[in-house]
T-cell receptor, first 116, second 108 residues
Framework: NAGVTQTPKFQVLKTGQSMTLQCAQD?????MSWYRQDPGMGLRLIHY???????DQGEVPNGYNVSRSTTEDFPLRLLSAAPSQTSVYFC???????????????FGPGTRLTVL | GENVEQHPSTLSVQEGDSAVIKCTYS??????FPWYKQELGKRPQLIID?????GEKKDQRIAVTLNKTAKHFSLHITETQPEDSAVYFC???????FGTGTRLTIIP
């Protein structure tokens, strides 16, 4: 199994450009999420999904859109890139456990995004 | 999101000594308490977790303790080694909230 994959690994954008960060998992996990990690900082939740067709906002959703048309894929769209969106983006997937909100999260390798 | 406080933010210990990192939370609706380790330039990975029906769990040199009354859980690393140097995060599943992280440095 490849686990959680993310593309691209690195990306440089100009202010105002749009792009999609790709995330895929082959573990048949119901739950998926996107985080951003700024230098020396923790992980902040952008959006998450508890199943195909279901998404919700996290702590820092402004400027980002998501969709979940399949169990495997959870792309993150930057609508109009801004320098404040320079960060490392991690996608994660997780399984549900009876009685628990989320089980162990499996992270992708990350996408390092720079917005000029 | 939920308030999850993690302390300390940085910790340096001599190799062979023990390290303890603590997370305090505010939401009582919690029954799963994991800890993640992130090495420099790498992705976070789960190292240990505990469910609310137990007070302590050990895995070799790593242990997690839970005090539900006081609403805190702690990561304990004994006999620290250079490869323990990393950033450690606690996590609260209900609101998908990570703690602010602890940068642990092991001094040879």
């Amino acid at each position: 199994n490849a686990g959680v994959t993310q593309t691209p690994k690195f990306q440089v954008l100009k202010t105002g450009q749009s792009m999609t960060l790709q995330c895929a998992q082959d573990m048949n996990h119901e739950y998926m999420s996107w985080y951003r990690q700024d230098p020396g900082m923790g992980l902040r939740l952008i959006h998450y999904s508890v199943g195909a067709g279901i998404t919700d906002q996290g702590e820092v959703p402004n400027g980002y859109n998501v969709s979940r048309s399949t169990t495997e894929d959870f792309p993150l769209r930057l609508l109009s890139a801004a320098p404040s969106q320079t960060s490392v983006y991690f996608c994660a997937s997780s399984y549900s456990i009876t009685g628990l909100a989320w089980g162990e999260q499996f992270f992708g390798p990350g996408t390092r995004l720079t917005v000029l | 999101g939920e308030n999850v406080e993690q302390h300390p933010s940085t910790l340096s210990v001599q190799e062979g000594d023990s390290a303890v990192i603590k997370c305090t939370y505010s939401d009582s609706a919690s029954n799963y308490f994991p800890w993640y380790k992130q090495e420099l330039g790498k992705r976070p990975q789960l190292i240990i977790d505990i469910r609310s029906n137990v007070g302590e769990k050990k895995d070799q040199r790593i242990a997690v303790t839970l005090n539900k009354t006081a609403k805190h859980f702690s990561l304990h690393i004994t006999e620290t080694q250079p490869e323990d140097s990393a950033v450690y995060f606690c996590f609260k599943g209900e609101k998908l909230t990570f703690g602010t992280g602890t940068r642990l440095t092991i001094i040879p």
